[in-house]
């Protein structure tokens, strides 16, 4: 499986329209998405925004305007990263789809449409495809190009993906699948992150060897004691941390009226061929957290948008979106 940092043909980017599963943030979601597809297309990269229906496509069109690439695919809600295809290359450089099982992140959201949207956007690609035989979602792993990746335990151990899978069943499948030789396991993901602690809202591997993990912003940051365990654990398997800031404690008022901490992470970003894209929420670690994710990419412009609608869907733009490598070679 290619860093994510290698040359891309295009990248895929889930337009949300389903009323009911945004509790109130529909329409500001659409507008961060279309912003994000619209930077990557502006930054000299292909951006396809995969939309559900004809009438969602031509309001897609309308927000993100003409340099975005519109397609129609059935899916249920927006997190390609999850639900699309994972592109590995073969002998000789070719690509070719990996698929896996999915089942709704554990069975809590499961959707008409997201089982079928990997096989529809690989046969849109050209790409043969393989499905494997177990549950992996692509938020749950990172790789940096060499064979070695990162994951949560609290994620690929969870038993409502795989309970007949050991860990050492996982490292073999991981290997068998995508390549993975070396397998860095970090602990739990951020609080309340509804994917069971995706490694990709937690730590980002940004050149080879080479991790991106946040700091706590205070004493009352929810997740200072998840970073602080990840960071141990990174330096003991010997990679190289580079710091990021966290946003701290961010609150929303869900469905019931209740104030419940949300799992904002500036480490959702999507890096592209040109660009990476920063998510940020209004708070102080906005512009120190683009700077510091800007010198891991000296080569790539970075910019921060702003995402609190697409946090309020559950996730941010790399869960959005998933990207397709150019042929190795």
Not at 67 to 80: E, K, N, P, S, T
Not at 130 to 159: F, M
Not at 199 to 221: E, I, K, Q, S, Y
Not at 234 to 245: K, Y
Request: charged share 20%.
């Amino acid at each position: 499986m290619p860093a994510e940092w290698s040359p891309q043909a295009w990248l895929w980017i889930g337009f949300p329209h389903l009323a009911d599963e945004w509790q109130g943030f529909l329409a500001a979601a659409q507008a961060e998405i279309a912003a994000f597809a619209r930077s990557v297309a502006e930054s000299g990269q292909p951006a396809r925004l995969v939309c559900r229906d004809e009438a969602s496509a031509g309001l897609a069109r309308e927000l993100a305007g003409d340099a975005v690439d519109i397609r129609i695919h059935h899916y249920g809600d927006i997190w390609l990263r999850d639900t699309g295809p994972l592109v590995v290359t073969g002998p000789g450089g070719a690509l070719r789809a990996q698929l896996f099982d999915f089942n709704g992140w554990g069975g809590k959201y499961v959707m008409e449409g997201d089982t079928e949207i990997g096989g529809a956007l690989s046969e849109e690609a050209g790409l043969a495809s393989v499905r494997a035989d177990w549950v992996l979602e692509g938020g749950a792993i990172d790789v940096d190009g060499t064979g070695l990746g990162v994951t949560t335990e609290q994620c690929l151990l969870n038993p409502n993906r795989n309970p007949h899978l050991s860990r050492s069943d996982i490292e073999a499948r991981l290997h068998r699948d995508l390549g993975i030789e070396r397998l860095l396991w970090l602990g739990d993901g951020l609080l309340n992150d509804h994917t069971d602690g995706h490694v990709d809202n937690l730590a980002r591997f940004v050149a080879p060897g080479t991790l991106a993990l946040p700091v706590a912003a205070g004493h009352d940051d929810p997740n200072a004691a998840i970073y602080a365990n990840a960071r141990a654990r990174a330096e003991a398997f010997g990679v190289t941390v580079v710091p990021i800031p966290s946003p701290g404690l961010v609150e929303r008022v869900d469905a019931e009226g209740q104030l419940k901490v949300q799992p904002a992470s500036h480490m959702n970003f999507a890096i592209t061929s040109h660009a990476v894209i920063v998510p940020t929420y209004g708070t102080a670690s906005d512009q120190p957290a683009v700077e510091a994710i800007a010198a891991c990419f000296p080569g790539r412009r970075t910019i921060g948008l702003r995402a609190d609608a697409v946090l309020a869907g559950g996730g941010s733009f790399h869960c959005a979106s998933q990207q397709m490598p150019l042929p190795v070679g």
